[in-house]
């Protein structure tokens, strides 16, 4: 597998393929929308924190239980692992000495202060479209903060990719640093969601595909990829595979709360999404946010998942009993589900005590693959939102991969009306993630 990859990966680093994933133009044109919650005349820092929220630095620069952008967060990628950052104000081991200019440099090109180039898992290709106002708002804040003595690791990265030159490559065939352009013909409101959805949420980075290249496929925006582990589902405007059902209180809902009644709640990485950044947009940004959404064009995406959120099944169980009717070969599941479950999620998927621990109508019980329903039986869910917390314990530990396997086929019967296919190999597979 190396082998294969490291040559078709070279061939795309080396800007063979002219691909076109940025189709946005001209560098210096346009002025940013100023988003609602940030407005140009409040005090910089203030701005700052509301951006950087936006843009969740925080996930990708904190280790769980580490002190906030401190960095050091692991990022495995197919060719060795590579480490976030300090971004504390840390003169010795932070951005310290790091002046205006080297930091607009760093998320306008992806160019570190002493010239090296970064990678992109740290998402400089989306960060390049804010402005330079914006830029230097999230570098006020960070310098507000604390500075934290933590030396950055070095990457651990096969030849050749622990070349940082070999970078420059890559960006000449997939990256343009240029600012983000208003789109004259469209709204006020569009174009603030635009600007929070592609500069600062950077939600394609994990729901639109990448092609060999590691670069996002733009002509497959927000048509569903994965990400450690996880499937980040289709969230284009398809009907059937993707958000075009959802009234836009339902995505406010979600998108803000990490909820929406009869679509299930945000886990794994979407519900960290939502903790560290979403649940702190105003109120007209996330509109705005949801306005841009509905814009983009329908597609059916490589891994279609339709949601029955009433299958039989479901139907014919009460809160407190299942249905009489679940097949043989599910009910090794079934008393799994008994035992470990269904006090919180009940037999109808109506969930007990918190919305959140509402089944019906999720994504996840209705992809057959299973796939995050075997992540989050694996490793829990934690989502804090306002002063509420959504709490899954994790049993990874409890369950032997059999188990997990059947508990998730079960899982996708009673609450999706799927025929599941998880084998114990593929829970196996999941626990490296
Ligand atoms: C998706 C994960 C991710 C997010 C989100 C993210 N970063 Fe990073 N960042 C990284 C990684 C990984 C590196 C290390 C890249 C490398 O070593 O080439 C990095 C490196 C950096 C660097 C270079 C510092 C140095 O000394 O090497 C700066 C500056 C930076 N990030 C700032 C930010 C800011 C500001 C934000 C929010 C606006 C942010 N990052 C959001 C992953 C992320
Ligand atoms: C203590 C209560 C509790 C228990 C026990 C529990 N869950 Fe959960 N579960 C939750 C909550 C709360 C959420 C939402 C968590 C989140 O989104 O981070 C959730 C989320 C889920 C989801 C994802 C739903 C979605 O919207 O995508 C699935 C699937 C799931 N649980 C299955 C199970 C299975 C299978 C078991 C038994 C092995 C189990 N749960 C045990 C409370 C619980
Ligand atoms: C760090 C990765 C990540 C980022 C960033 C992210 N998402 Fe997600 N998103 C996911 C994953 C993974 C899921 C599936 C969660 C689950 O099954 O519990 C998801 C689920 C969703 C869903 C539910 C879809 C469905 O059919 O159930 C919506 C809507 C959504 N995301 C919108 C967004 C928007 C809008 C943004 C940008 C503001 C965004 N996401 C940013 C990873 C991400």
């Known amino acids: 597998m190396k082998r294969i990859l490291i040559p078709v990966a070279l061939c795309a680093i080396a800007g063979v393929a002219?691909?076109?994933?940025?189709?946005?133009?001209?560098?210096?044109?346009?002025?940013?929308?100023?988003?609602?919650?940030?407005?140009?005349?409040?005090?910089?820092?203030?701005?700052?924190?509301?951006?950087?929220?936006?843009?969740?630095?925080?996930a990708c620069h904190t280790t769980p239980g580490g002190k906030p952008f401190a960095g050091g967060l692991a990022f495995k990628l197919p060719f060795g692992t590579l480490y976030s950052s300090n971004i504390t104000p840390d003169g010795k081991t932070g951005l310290g000495n790091w002046s205006d200019d080297d930091f607009v440099r760093a998320l306008h090109d992806g160019i570190r202060h002493d010239g090296q180039r970064l990678y992109p898992a740290f998402p400089y290709t989306s960060y390049s479209l804010l402005s330079r106002d914006d830029v230097l708002a999230i570098k006020a804040y960070l310098f507000s903060l604390p500075p934290v003595e933590q030396t950055t690791r070095e990457p651990d990265l096969s030849f050749p990719f622990n070349q940082r030159w070999a970078m420059g490559f890559w960006n000449a065939a997939f990256f343009k640093s240029e600012r983000f352009k208003p789109e004259p013909n469209r709204s006020a409101e569009w174009n603030s969601g635009a600007y929070l959805a592609i500069g600062l949420a950077h939600c394609a980075e994990c729901h639109t595909p990448r092609n060999i290249g590691f670069a996002l496929e733009h002509r497959n925006e927000l048509a569903g990829a994965e990400v450690n582990g996880w499937r980040?589902?289709?969230?284009?405007?398809?009907?059937?595979?993707?958000?075009?059902?959802?009234?836009?209180?339902?995505?406010?809902?979600?998108?803000?709360?990490?909820?929406?009644?009869?679509?299930?709640?945000?886990?794994g990485p979407m519900a960290e999404a939502v903790e560290n950044s979403l649940q702190y947009l105003d109120r007209q940004d996330a509109l705005a946010l949801i306005a841009y959404l509905r814009s983009v064009p329908a597609r059916q995406g490589e891994h279609p998942v339709e949601v029955n959120a009433r299958p039989a099944s479901m139907q014919?169980?009460?809160?407190?009993?299942?249905?009489?009717?679940?097949?043989?070969?599910?009910?090794?599941?079934?008393?799994?589900?008994?035992?470990?479950?269904?006090?919180?999620?009940?037999?109808?998927?109506?969930?007990?005590?918190?919305?959140?621990?509402?089944?019906?109508?999720?994504?996840?019980?209705?992809?057959?693959?299973?796939?995050?329903?075997?992540?989050?039986?694996?490793?829990?869910?934690?989502?804090?939102?306002?002063?509420?917390?959504?709490?899954m314990p994790s049993f990874g530990a409890a369950l032997t991969d059999g188990e997990i396997a059947q508990l998730s086929n079960y899982v996708l019967y009673q609450f999706g009306g799927k025929q599941g296919k998880v084998t114990a190999a593929m829970v196996a597979g999941q626990r490296k993630h």
């Open 18 to 58: 002219a691909y076109h994933y940025l189709t946005r133009s001209d560098p210096s044109a346009g002025t940013a929308p100023v988003l609602h919650g940030a407005p140009a005349t409040a005090a910089q820092v203030v701005r700052g924190e509301y951006l950087a929220r936006a843009a969740d630095c925080v």
């Open 232 to 267: 980040a589902p289709n969230i284009t405007a398809d009907p059937a595979h993707g958000i075009g059902r959802w009234t836009d209180a339902e995505l406010y809902q979600y998108l803000r709360f990490g909820h929406a009644a009869g679509h299930g709640s945000a886990g």
């Open 316 to 391: 014919s169980s009460s809160a407190y009993s299942p249905s009489a009717n679940t097949p043989e070969d599910l009910r090794v599941g079934l008393q799994l589900f008994e035992g470990s479950c269904a006090s919180c999620h009940q037999w109808n998927g109506n969930g007990a005590q918190t919305r959140y621990a509402a089944l019906t109508g999720a994504r996840s019980v209705n992809d057959p693959t299973g796939q995050n329903v075997m992540q989050i039986i694996l490793h829990g869910g934690k989502m804090r939102i306002g002063t509420e917390e959504a709490f």
